[in-house]
């Protein structure tokens, strides 16, 4: 589903990402973990289509597409959902009203109808409860006055809202309480699917405690260093990141 | 000799002195009103000839949907006006007051020798008005319908217009006034509004601006405030290659509240000028002001908000905010807020920013499937919605968004017009 190779990326002249190869089947969940300043962000951000990055060198294939050729609309009418490491505040601009024109928008890529008042109002109000969303934030402004946690739930339920084929979750566990991670947590098992691919970054172990990998990849300095399974996770978080450093001869 | 001809004399001679204000005055220092000669000749105050127009052109420009007493006017004349009003208020056009009774157009448009001419270009307003709307509503009613002022703009020449609301004591009205107009030449409006509100009256104004794109455009609004009266003022500024609005508000008596809103929206090579100012002259007052401006093109705009708190203004309560957002590299916006404070015991703050879209915001929303061209309509639409979420009749907060969003690049689809905030959860 989604094929990265060799990609290497720069920020202001200075090289971030130092050739990556990252190959992701349908139905699989990734966890990419690695210190802070690694890159994992920014790979993150690439496939999203966020400006300000440069792309020197490789390629991201996503369901045989050229996703770099694509503006950050058409991947997300392609499937692409980026959940946000600090979810914006738009004032003004009101929860509800934005997912109902990104998944109209979506729908209208597909070919297909746009969905009615009603059939979205009971999709909108499924799929917040099922990250205990409660009503009164649907028609507030995006992300306005949320806590940390809220907006992180927003996320997730944007998500279950508008059914991507491949999720990145850029950090969705940091700044999280346990209660909080929970909620988020089982949105995320909630889709899984088999058409469903999920790429997890984050720092820490803890959310895969939650959410099981089908895979666990160590970035640092800019390359992927080590992968595994889901052990090699509970090993970093013993270890730390400096074995698989000196393993690779960094 | 009436008074009001003893007035007008006065007025043509300092108008005749003085003549139009100049750059060389800080008050003026960025709107030249030079333009206005050299477009329209040294005679430039001459009367627009009278036009005639039929109903359907009035449905063309007035505000749909809105039920509200009309009155309208076609280059400074008065055309027609809705009958049935509630007893208690009482509505004359200033032709038939002149007329009629010229005293009391004398008293209710404050034309007296007395009365301040504010500029030169006041002045010529003074000597020269011929019709206008006189209001008065008497202690304790209320007006059960907006009174909708539309005046439509035809012909070249000037149209010298001038307005009094008269509320007593408790009397509240919601006011509208709406300029309007098409010409493919050059004209003047000029039109005065003076507003007195007697203890604990309510006005809501608002003033809508959406002339031709050749038409110069002069407003005054000037409003004294006596004991807990309230004004809350909307104004859009979106038509006329130049606009210039004086607004003073005296908040002369303890408990009187003011809020001045405002949006301008502007494009081309749009000029368009906002002056207010706030005197705290009593203890007690509050006053709230929050202007936006939104620039295309090589657009112009210049915002100066003055709040002046008096020496016996104890316990005054002032806020306000200016915010731009400017779409093209090559507009410009001069704001100047300014604070005079003569005395300790007060609140007052305020603000002014000058920015772009936010870049993490349009990311924000494409990366949920929204086109370029859609997030940005949306974020600017958002921008200029908070100066009008406070507006009481929704369809003049629409007329308002549509004729602002329709001059914006790329059209806003009345669709995403008529959802974006009020996309209230069903139940």
Not at chain 1, 195 to 221: F, G, K
């Amino acid at each position: 589903m989604l094929k990265i190779d060799d990609l290497h990326v720069a920020v202001d002249g200075k090289e971030i990402l130092k050739g990556i190869d990252l190959h992701i089947g349908a139905g699989e969940v990734h966890a990419i973990m690695g210190p802070n300043g690694s890159g994992k962000s920014t790979l993150a951000n690439v496939i999203a289509g966020r400006d300000g990055y440069e792309i020197t060198a490789g390629s991201i294939r996503f369901h045989n597409n050229d996703l770099l050729e694509m503006n950050p609309e058409e991947r997300a009418w392609a499937g692409v959902f980026l959940a946000f490491q600090y979810p914006v505040e738009i004032p003004g601009v009101n929860n509800v009203y934005l997912l109902k024109a990104g998944l109209n928008a979506r729908r209208k890529a597909a070919g297909l109808s746009e969905l009615d008042a009603i059939e979205f109002m009971q999709l909108v109000r499924e799929k917040a409860r099922l990250v205990e969303l409660d009503d009164a934030f649907l028609s507030r402004g995006v992300n306005e006055g949320f806590s940390g946690g809220e907006k992180k739930r927003n996320e997730i339920f944007q998500m279950a809202v508008l059914e991507p084929t491949l999720a990145i979750l850029d950090e969705t566990d940091s700044g999280l309480d346990i209660d909080a991670l929970r909620v988020v947590a089982k949105g995320v098992n909630a889709l899984r699917s088999a058409e469903r691919s999920i790429v997890m970054v984050t720092h820490y172990q803890r959310l895969l405690d939650y959410i099981e990998p089908d895979a666990v990849h160590v970035l640092a300095d800019g390359r992927i260093l080590k992968s595994g399974d889901k052990h090699l996770a509970l090993e970093l978080e013993k270890r730390g990141y400096d074995w698989v450093r000196e393993e690779a001869n960094v | 000799m009436s008074d009001i001809a003893l007035v007008r004399e006065k007025a043509w001679q300092e108008f005749e002195q003085t003549g139009l204000p100049t750059t060389r005055q800080e008050e003026w220092k960025y709107t030249s009103l030079a333009r206005i000669s050299s477009v329209l000749g040294e005679a430039w105050w001459k009367e627009a000839a009278a036009s005639d127009i039929d109903q359907a052109t009035v449905d063309a420009y007035a505000i749909p949907e809105f039920d509200a007493y009309r009155i309208v006017f076609a280059d400074g004349r008065l055309q027609s006006v809705t009958s049935g009003f509630p007893d208690g208020v009482t509505l004359n056009s200033l032709s038939e007051l002149l007329e009629k009774d010229t005293q009391k157009a004398a008293t209710a448009l404050q034309w007296n020798v007395q009365a301040p001419l504010f500029n030169a270009a006041n002045a010529a307003n003074s000597a020269l008005a011929r019709d206008g709307v006189c209001l008065c509503i008497a202690e304790g009613v209320v007006l059960d319908k907006p009174l909708y002022i539309l005046h439509i703009a035809s012909n070249p020449g000037a149209t010298h217009l001038r307005h009094g609301l008269w509320l007593g004591k408790h009397a509240e009205a919601h006011v509208i006034e709406h300029y309007a107009g098409d010409s493919a030449e050059a004209g003047l409006t000029h039109a005065i509004t003076l507003v007195h509100l007697a203890d604990g009256a309510s006005l809501t104004h608002d003033r809508l601006q959406t002339e031709s794109l050749h038409q110069f455009h002069l407003g005054r609004l000037d409003v004294a405030q006596k004991r807990n009266s309230r004004f809350i003022s909307h104004a859009a500024a979106l038509g006329a290659s130049l606009s210039r609005l004086d607004i003073a508000v005296a908040l002369d008596e303890a408990g009187a509240e003011c809020t001045l809103n405002g949006l301008y929206a502007l494009a081309g090579r749009q000029h368009c000028d906002h002056h207010t100012q706030i005197d705290h002259i009593a203890p007690h007052c509050t006053s709230r002001e929050h202007y936006r401006g939104i620039l295309d093109g090589r657009a112009h705009g210049v915002f100066n908000g003055k709040v002046v708190i008096h020496k016996d203004a104890s316990g005054t309560d002032s806020k306000q905010s200016n915010a731009n957002l400017l779409l093209s590299d090559k507009a410009e916006i001069d704001a100047k807020p300014e604070l005079v404070i003569d005395h300790d015991d007060v609140q007052a703050a305020h603000g002014c920013t000058v920015g772009q879209l936010d870049e993490n915001q349009l990311f924000y929303l494409k990366s949920r499937g929204l086109s370029d061209e859609q997030a940005r309509q949306i974020l600017t639409r958002a921008f200029a919605d908070t100066v009008l979420t406070g507006m009481h009749s929704s369809a003049v907060r629409r007329f308002i968004e549509q004729a602002a969003f329709a001059k914006l690049p790329g059209e806003i689809a009345s669709e995403i017009a008529d959802e974006l905030n009020t996309a209230a959860v069903p139940e």
